[in-house]
């Protein structure tokens, strides 16, 4: 059981460039978040997903964008890369059991704007 | 609002003494209490939640932590110390009324010494 897959685990970018971020889980959760982890911050919520076509945003959505087009998948699409969107990016799932969901986080993924 | 705050980004102990990772939050409802752990270059897992059915909960690799509503704290132990707890610990609160929106502390790394 694989659980939460990110790729890619390190990316460097160029500012103003653009990329997608993959997150797939199989475990059938219904809930989805991106993260992003910065030194000494915490984890922020960026945006996350209820339900295939419905997302929502989180604490810190400029700059990026979501689609879940699938339970499975969760991509998270940097537009125009600045160097402020430097971070770890942790996508994780969770389903709803006894009131009480767990996070089930990816290894997590190391973005570089230069 | 929800807010979660750790006391001390780096606490250091010597192996086989007691570990006291501190964690206050603040919420307007009954909250849902985590406690995550990040080893060097991973994704964050669940060491132990607090869901309202006991004040202390007993989670893995032999720690702990006691929800107190009048301090409103939930402080994670351990009594002996091993080289392998070395690692960051994030506290988590999420409103009981509300699946999606976890909120993090800054962190806590922890060194043991040999």
């Known amino acids: 059981n694989a659980g939460v897959t990110q790729t890619p685990k390190f990316r460097i970018l160029k500012i103003g460039q653009s990329m997608t971020l993959q997150c797939t889980q199989d475990m059938n959760h219904n809930y989805m978040y991106w993260y992003r982890q910065d030194p000494g911050m915490g984890l922020k919520l960026i945006y996350y997903?209820?339900?295939?076509?419905?997302?929502d945003k989180g604490e810190v959505p400029n700059g990026y964008n979501v689609s879940r087009s699938t339970t499975e998948d969760f991509p998270l699409r940097l537009e125009l890369a600045a160097p402020s969107q430097t971070s770890v990016y942790f996508c994780a799932s969770s389903d709803v059991i006894s009131g009480a969901n767990v996070l089930t986080f990816g290894a997590g993924s190391r973005l570089t704007v230069l | 609002a929800q807010s979660v705050t750790q006391l001390g980004s780096h606490v250091s102990v010597s192996e086989g003494a007691l570990v006291l990772l501190r964690c206050n939050y603040s919420s307007s409802v009954p909250p849902y209490l985590f406690w995550y752990v990040q080893y060097p270059n991973q994704g964050l897992q669940l060491l132990l939640k607090?869901?309202?059915?006991?004040?202390l909960v007993k989670g893995i690799n032999g720690f702990e932590a006691e929800f107190k509503k009048s301090e409103t704290s939930f402080h994670l132990t351990k009594p002996s110390a091993h080289m392998s707890d070395a690692a960051e610990y994030f506290c988590?609160?999420?409103?009981?009324?509300?699946?999606?929106?976890?909120?993090f502390g800054s962190g806590t790394k922890l060194n043991v010494k040999p």
């Open positions: 988590a609160v999420r409103r009981g009324d509300n699946f999606n929106k976890f909120y």
């Open positions: 607090y869901t309202s059915a006991a004040t």
């Open positions: 997903s209820v339900g295939a076509g419905i997302t």
